[in-house]
């Protein structure tokens, strides 16, 4: 046998025999299955969305109208005022339905490419396809979904109790004296169904983001066969860097749900005042910890990356060098005063050997672009930008800047 089959059969296949995939017979697939709204269905998507829409949202404000909760004033007690429900279930939850199809496609191509780009040696291939089998069976395994479901549940059960209290604020929600409030219809509703829906979408993508990560985490300590001149300047694992970005959608609508929606609301409707940590410190943990949260754990790659750029940058110096050298002896100290063509060739290969050597010298060591940073940093910050209508129509943009003027002159201060 020759050393090129032998060779081609050690070299890992060009696609791994167990397919990655984050979301594919999870339950929530089932279930979509179940309804006629599988991924083989023609606009599935949007049919998903538009299902899910009727389930949250339509039977709250049906009951809502039915109660007499539905007026003109601006008010807690009236549905219709309520703007954090419909950007919740108007634009939170189709984005979340959304960004799971973009995230699904765009991962399962990145785990693809590690195989077919043979940056993985035959040893490691097998050693990410059992990491694969083992994604499989955590994605069907009931018990995170379940904990999804619990932890939903738990975090509606949180947001109402404080309607309860010895001092509650009247809403829609809950009706009734301090010692006797009880929930309106529209309010069993959306506490026991519609957020609890809301929750565990998010909570499920947290859940999967979370599986993402940890494969990460197995491809990065696996002997990565990194190339210094390869041209996306990250040793041919840039599609990383993309695949990151597109989890930009999953940020929008966490954001606009979960952050800017709860804090428009406790600003405009319930008259909170955004200087304080309560209201200002989601928004600010939120611009701060999502960027971060899809950005960390590419540096587990930095080590490899780092070592594939410094070993070819010895070589290269060295390279150039003695090459750089036989050409000034043959060519500027020689007899001849025209360069020959054997000459002429040679110069025009040190000009490629220099164009290299600068791609080596700007390699990464972070397999992430600006481009992608810019995907999840503009979701980021337009999530937020919702509010300053909000704070702008309150007369409150200038105690904003201030407040983020301080917590920035803290932060300076250590």
């Not at 790659?301 to 060098?321: E, G, N, S, W």
């Not at 200038?398 to 920035?408: I, M």
């Amino acid at each position: 046998m020759t050393a090129a089959s032998e060779a081609a059969l050690s070299a890992p296949s060009d696609r791994p025999r167990i397919p990655f995939s984050l979301f594919e017979d999870d339950a929530l697939r089932r279930a979509w299955a179940a309804l006629g709204l599988g991924s083989h269905v023609r606009f599935h998507t949007v049919k998903r969305c538009a299902l899910a829409w009727f389930v949250c949202y339509v039977p709250v404000a049906v009951l809502a109208w039915r109660q007499g909760l539905v007026g003109g004033e601006l008010a807690p007690t009236n549905f219709a005022a309520d703007f954090a429900a419909y950007v919740q279930f108007f634009l939170g939850l189709p984005l979340f339905l959304a960004a799971e199809a973009i995230i699904d496609g765009s991962t399962k191509e990145a785990a693809d490419q590690f195989f077919r780009s043979r940056i993985l040696d035959a040893d490691d291939a097998e050693r990410i396809e059992r990491v694969h089998a083992a994604i499989a069976r955590a994605r069907r395994s009931p018990w995170p979904e379940a904990a999804c479901v619990v932890l939903a549940y738990a975090i509606s059960f949180a947001i109402l109790v404080p309607q309860f209290g010895p001092k509650p604020l009247p809403t829609w929600h809950v009706h009734g004296v301090a010692d006797g409030r009880m929930l309106t219809a529209p309010g069993w509703w959306a506490f026991c169904v519609s957020l609890p829906i809301l929750n565990y979408v998010w909570l499920r993508m947290s859940w999967k983001t979370m599986l993402w990560i940890w494969y990460l985490y197995h491809v990065s300590r696996s002997r990565l066969d990194l190339h210094p001149t390869h041209p996306d300047l990250t040793g041919g694992i840039g599609f990383v860097s993309e695949t990151q970005g597109r989890f930009a959608l999953f940020i929008l609508a966490y954001g606009l749900s979960n952050v800017a929606a709860p804090v428009g609301y406790e600003i405009v409707i319930q008259n909170y005042d955004f200087t304080i940590m309560p209201v200002w410190g989601p928004v600010v943990g939120f611009v701060v910890g999502a960027p971060l949260l899809f950005t960390l754990p590419l540096f587990m790659f930095t080590k490899q990356l780092f070592r594939t750029r410094r070993r070819a940058l010895a070589a290269y110096r060295a390279r150039v060098t003695e090459f750089s050298g036989v050409i000034e002896k043959r060519w500027l100290y020689g007899e001849e005063t025209l360069p020959t063509r054997e000459e002429l060739r040679d110069l025009a290969e040190q000009s490629n050997l220099g164009a290299v050597f600068k791609r080596i010298e700007h390699m990464r060591v972070v397999p992430f672009d600006l481009r992608s940073f810019g995907q999840l940093l503009g979701s980021t910050l337009g999530a937020m930008a919702t509010l300053l209508p909000l704070l702008h129509g309150q007369d409150r943009t200038a105690a904003v800047v201030e407040a983020f003027g301080k917590v920035l002159e803290r932060l300076a201060s250590h």
